[in-house]
Nanobody, 119 residues
Framework: QVQLVESGGGLVQAGGSLRLSCAAS????????MGWYRQAPGKQRELVAV???????NYADSVKGRFTISRDNAKNTVYLQMNSLKPEDTAVYYC?????????????WGQGTQVTVSS
């Protein structure tokens, strides 16, 4: 099994920046995707960004050009750099790890970290 620990959320003014981190409890040597989802009050959880083990990335249209996802495989960590934040980015952000082709394959979630953007 794999545990995910997130950090980096907080309160920021509109136009500001935050960097989220998510560390996996073990190295992953099979195919995988690490990503960030968010859920605002009264809304469904939505994909923000994802990075595949080969390096390909995908972003929600609402964050393209403002957010950057990256990963450090040596540290088993994925990052989300969020710039030019808007009040509508306010949500609980969840780290996700999807593993395939391994005995520990599955879909794993972090506990969530609150991001609040004030206007």
């Amino acid at each position: 099994q794999v545990q995910l620990v997130e950090s980096g959320g907080g309160l920021v003014q509109a136009g500001g920046s935050l960097r989220l981190s998510c560390a996996a409890s073990r190295s992953i040597f099979s195919g995988n995707a690490m990503g960030w989802y968010r859920q605002a009050p009264g809304k469904q959880r939505e994909l923000v960004a994802v990075i595949i083990s080969g390096g390909n990335t995908n972003y929600a249209d609402s964050v393209k050009g403002r957010f950057t996802i990256s990963r450090d495989n040596a540290k088993n960590t994925v990052y989300l750099q969020m710039n030019s934040l808007k009040p509508e980015d306010t949500a609980v952000y969840y780290c996700n790890l999807n593993i395939w082709g391994s005995s520990i394959r599955g879909n794993y979630w972090g506990q969530g970290t609150q991001v609040t953007v004030s206007s």
